[in-house]
């Protein structure tokens, strides 16, 4: 069965930095990995997403502020933020991609300070 377990959440000021991991209980080699992210009231959004052989994607209002990584020795995935601003204050769910099926973290919530 997989689990996803995301840790690394909190509160930080604006320009600030945070990194998210994700735990998978399976191996996460050439597996679809990535971040979405949701506030109340919205639709979940794409922030990230690493693919077998390392090919990355990332939203364009995370561009150049965020990284994804992946270790897949210790089956986790990681969401380095830097210069972190307060609409970047949502829930954050690792996911993990076996198709046809997606897999959900339980999420960690992010708040930004102004």
């Known amino acids: 069965q997989v689990q996803l377990v995301e840790s690394g959440g909190g509160s930080v000021q604006g320009g600030g930095s945070l990194k998210l991991s994700c735990a998978a209980s399976?191996?996460?080699?050439?597996?679809?990995m990535g971040w979405y992210r949701q506030v109340p009231g919205k639709q979940r959004e794409l922030v990230a997403l690493?693919?077998?052989?390392?090919?990355?994607d990332y939203a364009d209002f995370v561009k150049g502020r965020f990284t994804i990584s992946r270790d897949p020795a210790m089956n986790k995935v990681y969401l380095q933020m830097n210069k972190l601003k307060p609409e970047d204050t949502a829930v954050y769910y690792c996911?993990?991609?076996?198709?046809?099926?997606?897999?959900w973290g339980q999420g960690t919530q992010v708040f930004v300070s102004s």
């Open positions: 996911i993990m991609r076996i198709l046809p099926t997606t897999y």
């Open positions: 399976v191996s996460i080699v050439n597996i679809a």
């Open positions: 690493i693919r077998s052989g390392g090919i990355t």
